[in-house]
């Protein structure tokens, strides 16, 4: 007896249905994969054999042939099995029922029970997406899918639930819960306990604000990778839509926790990462720390440490938000619309222009050091501020007077993000972070012909590109938001101004 039933595979975050036909005949006792499946899944026989047995079912005596298609795209990961062992099943007619509006996905352990998988909420979404009704899942996987409505989700424990079910002892499905955000979250680190640093402090909440780049360039101890930690306190909460993405990407890594993730990635690898492990890549395609840090923070500390073409690699998601990947295995996009925080000291030994130390550098160290981020990289990042340590006898004083709280600087935010929702009603494609074209920045930015003029000006006379040109109007909208204006004014774009004169020239 042929049987059918159906799962998915994911390729990058695209899904792919995944048609499982088993069929038994005449021949020497055998379990056959055909259909380009890899290593895990080749492997898989055995564990199902296994399952099969510890949970009451005879093995028949068969050539037993299962065929996953499409036959020419390869299978991969072990959320397949389930979905195995219900067609071997269905052949042996111990499930009668009607599973053409189901989906099965699940690892097997040899004594029948159901392990967590990777992928468990992209491979749901993509299931409800392709018009399926209802799945079945591994119960360790049911807290991610929780979000999930107009999908029934059967969670198990064990391979004997899901012949249970279709024996007339049907299973409890999975009750959707209504999303919450930044539950059980505290950042380690909070604006309150940063001592002065008014300048880094205020480019953090316009970064923060309007999804800027930041890179801050200071001597060693100025306090450079505790502003970076500290502006998670300050990002706006992620929205459903958001938490979701973000979610997808984390569950196919196996990198998730028990639930949706609902609060803002924070990631810092260490300048030693190689570029596949920073923009993603390798065998089977996962994503990169870029990825990981979609809807979030990547902090680069040490930024001309890390090799230059892992920094050159940053070009395309930092102006398209996406990363795409070829290899001779296949393609994948992954998205990838982050802040990017970097840090940097002003030369090689670090203390170039500090009062605790003298440079020890020559010029030309400092000019070989300044070469390794190239200017269409400069281009990219919206705000550059020079970061000076603050004396020790004056740390008492900074942290009993400071003046900016986070609850308010989280006020400031929430208000300049809620404007920005209502302006990128109008282009629905547009989200906080996207790169504006000069018809777009024409629709959406109120210039004031006063701050247009010193614009004018200043492009002039600071050589900006016509990328920086337009970078400088999307930080002063930003700034007019935290202002509560409507109209960018001539201060806007004097302090946006500011931040283009790249914090390397004062190096030289």
Known sequence: MLARVYSANMVGLEPIKIEVEVDG????????????????????????????????????SKRTLVNLAPADLQKTGSALELSIAAGLLKMYEEITANTD???????????????????????????????????????????????ISDLTIFPIDHLTDLINHYRNKPLVPLEPKHFQPHQSFSPELTFD????????????????????????????????SMLANALVSILPPLSETEAIEVSKIYSIVGLNPDGLITFRPFRAPHHTTSQVGLIGGGTHLKPGEISLAHRGVLFLDELPEFPRICIEALRQPLENGQIELSR?????????????????????????????????????????????????????IDLHIYVQAVPTK?????????????????????????IQMKRYEKIPSLTRNSELSS????????INPAASQLLNQASSKLNLSVRGYFKVIKVAQTIADLDGNQTIDRQHIGEALQYRQLSFDRSR
Do not use: W
């Open 25 to 60: 005949s005449i021949g020497v006792p055998n379990l056959i994969f055909i259909g380009l499946a890899n290593k895990t899944i080749d492997e898989a026989r055995e564990r199902i054999t296994s399952a099969l047995l510890h949970s009451g079912i005879q093995i028949q």
């Open 101 to 147: 509006d189901t989906m099965f996905f699940g690892e097997l352990s040899l004594d029948g029970s159901l392990k967590k998988i990777k992928g468990a909420l992209p491979l749901a979404l993509a299931a409800r997406q392709m018009g399926f009704h209802q799945i079945f899942v591994p119960r360790a996987n049911s807290n991610e899918l929780e979000i």
């Open 193 to 224: 306990e940063i001592a002065g640093q008014a300048q880094a402090k205020r480019a953090l909440e316009i970064a923060a604000a309007g999804g800027h780049n930041l890179l801050m360039i200071g001597p060693p101890g100025a306090g450079k």
């Open 328 to 380: 001779a295995t296949g393609s994948a996009r992954f998205p990838a619309r982050f802040i990017l925080v970097a840090a940097a000291n002003p030369c090689p030994c670090g203390y170039l222009f500090s009062n605790q130390k003298p440079c020890r550098c020559s010029l030309p160290v400092r000019e070989k050091y300044y070469k390794k981020l190239s200017g269409p990289i400069l281009d990219r």
């Open 394 to 418: 004056n740390l008492t004083d900074l942290l009993q007077n400071n003046q900016d709280s986070t609850q308010d600087v989280n006020q400031r935010i929430a208000l300049a993000t809620k």
């Open 439 to 446: 018809k777009q920045v024409k629709r959406l930015c109120q």
